[in-house]
């Protein structure tokens, strides 16, 4: 009988499990184990079913031994955003309106991992209809970050982040309008992905031809992040932005060699962001490892001028129409910040649209043209490390006021309204012993290659293997 650490890679546990070293059952039981004993603190799965999880298990052990063909995620545990559907279990999005939603269907993410062979055991906590980077909702609660109780974990990612990075689950999926893959991910010291609208095709979905919103992994490594691609990526006919590469390309090897590279780096994008002390120390000494790697590294970065006013009306206009017949009926009980957004969207015109889509295509070219030059944009992915969870959101940034909940997330809805991929990996801690995260931006689709940069990087340093406390306290091990 093998012997796996919690904090195995996903692909190496899925590859004991099919190799019969492992059963599915046990795996499923540590794992349930594991939940007991961290979630309570941390509370980043809403929504468990025991009974179900071990049942599946059972069955995955059954096919294996009937010698039947199963997929590369065979008996793996995973928990689904609790913003997407999972047939059988409640779909509240964090809200007071749905917390009696029990979804009839799988989303299209959740359909192909479970044809990959996950599990489903329940959800992972979101904000409020996933808005905002602070996972705290009336229905379950705050989820607070493994390293530091007293901290958010990020959002709306946030549960799933959390589970990861305090081996609750071996990975978990995501979605990121704003940043919320890669906020939680930088926040919890694991990978999260922004993946390149229409990588990960999105069904169902109100806006079927808007890029602002993505779907994507959260990992405790980039190899993992990959290894989740190859079956979340690839085209499907009921999103017409998906694109037709298949998702096995993401199984190739990374090279680790990244010599030559043309790097740019901006702490502040340009200018145009406050950032905390510590996010610019950290990024400005992450550059001298992209260095070390033999890339060439030059303080460069697009104009981003016009990201703000674009980013703010598509997720205005999206949350108007993707939550009108709820937000009529149940408004009452929804949080300010939503309700303020929302009404942002309603009020919005048909020339306030039109020019931000100007807007959007302008950053766009300009963007085309700067990758032309660099092969990747390092910047931070957060602007502050994680805050006190009593806070929806930091009131100010180096004494620059935060005008509303999502201002201090610039340095990565930014990037959202581009269109471009971004890979969240770990970047080393606070004086504090706080997470942080650089973010590696790509060009036009160029997903493969900022895994491969963020492997490279990730190689180089390690930080992602420092484990919270909370989750190393006892000797944790499945054997």
Known sequence: MASYNYFSSARDLAKSIQERELSAREVMEAHLAQIETINPEVNAIVSLDEEHALKKADKADELLAAGKEVGPFHGLPIAIKDTHNAKGFPMTSGSLALRDNISTDDDLVVERLK??????????????????????????????????????????SGGAAAAVATGMLPFAEG???????????????????????????????????????????????????????????????????????????????????????????????????????????????????????????????????????????????????????????FEEVMKPSFKWN????????????????????????????????????????SQVPPFDANLEYPKQINDVPMENYIDWMRSNYYISALGNPALSVPSGFTSDGLPLGLQVVGPHRAD???????????????????????????DHYIS
């Open 448 to 474: 493969y290659e900022v895994l491969r940069i963020g492997h490279a990087f990730e190689q180089a340093t390690n930080y992602g293997k420092k484990r919270p406390a909370i989750a190393t306290l006892k």
């Open 115 to 156: 044809k990959a062979g996950a599990i489903v055991i329940g959800k992972t906590n979101v904000p409020e209809f996933g808005a905002g980077s602070h996972t705290f909702n009336k229905v379950f609660g705050i989820t607070r970050n493994p390293y530091n109780l007293n901290r958010t974990a990020g959002g709306s």
């Open 342 to 381: 929302f009404n942002k969207g309603r009020k919005l015109s048909g020339i306030e649209i039109g020019r931000a889509e100007r807007l959007r295509n302008q950053l766009y070219h300009r963007t085309r043209d700067f990758f032309d030059q660099y092969d990747a944009l390092i910047v931070p992915v």
């Open 175 to 329: 979605s990121d309008m704003g940043g919320s893959c890669r906020n939680p991910a930088a926040f919890n010291n694991v990978v999260g992905m922004r993946t390149s609208p229409g990588r990960v095709p999105t069904y169902p979905k109100p806006a079927l031809f808007s890029p602002l919103l993505a779907q994507g992994p959260i990992t405790r490594s980039v190899e993992d992040a990959s290894f989740m691609m190859s079956v979340l990526a690839g085209p499907d006919t009921r999103s017409p932005i998906s694109i037709e590469e298949p998702g096995k390309l993401f199984l190739q090897p990374f090279s680790k060699d990244i010599k030559g590279l043309r790097i740019a780096w901006s702490a502040d994008l340009g200018g145009l962001i406050p950032v905390d002390p510590s996010i610019r120390s950290n990024i400005e000494e992450q550059m001298k490892i992209f260095t070390d790697l033999g890339c060439h590294v030059e303080e460069a970065c697009p104009d981003l001028t016009e990201a703000d006013e674009v980013f703010h009306v598509f997720r205005a206009w999206e949350m108007e129409m993707s939550h009108k017949e709820l937000f009529d009926k």
